[in-house]
């Protein structure tokens, strides 16, 4: 008889479903209760009765708390990180069945009702058996399990290493758990003088288009970034549209040539990004009248491998550039035809720009009187405080316009890519070998995790300052949001994703691969912290 209790795939699956009927949806209750249920159960390892203080509840933002629960081997330095995030989106999209979303194996019967209304490869998926569907099945509950399992092992059987399990709330949103836990790992670090091996972190498998069904393992994760802007026209009535100019007009031609534009595209090892999209466009007019619209906002969503914040600033800049030039020649055309004298011409500035006009105008007080006004209004969240800063300031500063406002909406999460590292190359040769030999896997390495991971805030390096461009042209910059970079920089260590293989993160279908999840994965992460870290370790 053993004495753990998550080591059987029976077991794994009993305690899967217990963690994902713990709602915990980003920014609800539930996501606030999270981890001190966590807590209850890793207090059931006698090592934790013994070690109480080993496992620790810290502050993240808006009441939300990070887990961490350290396995120390008296003797051993070495130490892998093991991260994983415990929020999820929401599930209106489960409809009739959304009562059902957080209880897999009820969802997972409740689906064969309704089967003609799936997509086709998601019903042959549950015909097959193969699958548990559920919110969180996938993305990334079972994540945490196998590192709950793990530690369990780890602390039963007195591995020689030292394991670290990160647990994090708000990974769906804007990683403010995640932001968090840097400096505690940090703190953590001296206060138990650990040595960081390994970032590993579960996220599960993504395919890398639709359809596709290969197992990867990752060794770094894809970055990304918002540049945005906000257009700031000339107020006039319907009756008289060339008395000024509307936001939505100068707005087009920016999103015109930020949309699928290739120049955001990079090119890493033979990975690509995914092209820029507009994630949001609208005007800033809150309700119907016939005055037109003379500020507007959009989001581009940009994503990244090697460049960093101030590359794609310049980048976006040069755009920007591009659509005021041709937006002024197009207006003045309209102008002459119409026989009118235009308002003016668009310019381009950036945020920080704006700050230095209106700080030399107003004073240092007022701007930041205005940056707490707006940071003290609890409703909105940090893209709408973003734009409500760059807003107040220009209507106190209507001699820039019309212009096109340059600035960066969080989140922001820097790419992060450790493939050429030794440990890493061997941790990878090592699993597709097990994975082949063992389960007949064919598996491959990936460079950059495409589905947007935590891993983006350790191992930060960035040679030339592109941090500052992000600090200086984030409104809301140090008040709601921030990136603790320089200690990034010092948490030095590969990263790599090992995670179980899924379908559908986000869609009402998302459905976690039984054996994969239950069997694969459990041996292949033991193995590896076991035969190559440890090996490496003592060797
Ligand atoms: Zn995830």
Not at 327 to 339: F, G, K, L, M
Not at 419 to 435: A, Y
Not at 455 to 481: C, H, I, K, M, R
Not at 493 to 513: C, I, Q, S
Request: charged fraction near 25%.
């Amino acid at each position: 008889m053993t004495e753990l209790k998550w080591s059987t795939p029976e077991a794994l699956r009993t305690l899967l479903c217990e963690v994902v009927s713990w709602k915990s949806m980003t920014l609800s209750d539930g996501e606030r209760e999270f981890p001190f249920k966590v807590q209850a159960k890793l207090q059931d390892i006698p090592y934790f009765q013994d070690h109480y203080k080993n496992i620790e509840l810290s502050e993240a933002d808006l009441g939300r708390k990070f887990l961490t629960a350290l396995y120390k081997h008296p003797e051993a330095k070495e130490t892998i990180v093991l991260i994983s995030h415990f929020d999820t989106v929401n599930t209106e999209e489960y409809g009739d069945l959304e009562a059902l979303a957080f209880e897999p194996e009820m969802l997972t019967k409740a689906l064969h009702d309704v089967k003609e209304e799936l997509p086709e490869d998601a019903r042959l998926d549950l015909e097959s058996g193969n699958y548990l569907f559920g919110r969180g099945t996938m993305d990334m509950k079972m994540g945490l399990v196998l590192h709950m399992s793990l530690i369990e092992k780890a602390c039963h059987e007195q591995w020689p290493v030292n394991l670290l399990l990160l647990t994090v709330p708000d990974e769906e949103v804007n990683s403010s758990g995640m932001r968090a836990a840097v400096s505690k790992l940090i703190e953590y670090r001296e206060q138990h003088d650990l040595t960081y091996k390994l970032f590993l972190n579960s996220e599960p498998v993504f395919a890398q288009q639709p359809g596709d069904d290969k197992y990867y393992l990752y060794s770094g994760s894809i970055g990304k970034i918002m540049p945005s802007a906000l257009f700031y026209g000339m107020e006039t009535h319907v009756g008289e549209p060339l008395s000024g100019i509307t936001a939505n007009y100068i707005a087009s031609f920016l999103t015109q040539r930020m949309e699928y534009n290739p120049i955001f595209q990079e090119t890493v090892l033979g990975e690509k990004t995914p092209l820029p999209v507009t994630i949001q466009q609208k005007d800033l007019k809150m309700e119907y009248s016939a005055q037109t619209p003379y500020r507007a906002k959009a989001l581009y969503n940009v994503f990244l491998m090697k460049r960093n914040a101030a590359e794609i600033m310049s980048i976006f800049e040069g755009v920007a550039n591009e659509a005021a030039y041709e937006c002024n020649a197009s207006y003045q055309a309209i102008c002459t035809r119409e026989d009118v004298a235009p308002v003016g011409e668009i310019r381009v500035l950036k945020y920080e720009e704006l700050m230095n006009h209106a700080v030399s105008k107003f004073g240092y007080d007022y701007v930041e009187l205005v940056k707490t006004t707006v940071r003290d209004h609890q409703e909105l969240d940090d893209r709408e405080k973003s734009f409500r800063i760059v807003d107040t300031l220009m209507i106190q500063c209507q001699e820039l316009a019309p212009a096109i406002v340059l600035l960066f909406a969080p989140p922001y999460y820097p790419a992060v890519n450790t493939s050429d590292d030794p440990l890493v190359e061997e941790c990878m040769e090592f699993i597709k070998e097990l994975g082949k030999s063992e389960f007949n896997l064919a598996i491959e390495q990936i460079h950059y995790f495409n589905g947007i991971s935590d891993l983006s805030y350790v191992n930060y390096e960035d040679t030339n300052g592109g941090w500052q461009v992000f600090e200086a042209n984030t409104p809301v910059w140090g008040d709601t949001y921030s990136i603790p970079f320089n200690e990034m920089r010092n948490l030095k260590a590969p990263v790599l994703n090992v995670g179980p293989f899924g379908k559908d993160a986000h869609k009402r279908t998302e459905r976690l691969h039984i054996q994969s999840a239950f069997v694969e994965l459990p041996q292949l992460l033991e193995n590896l912290v076991k035969k190559v870290l440890l090996e490496k370790i003592e060797a």
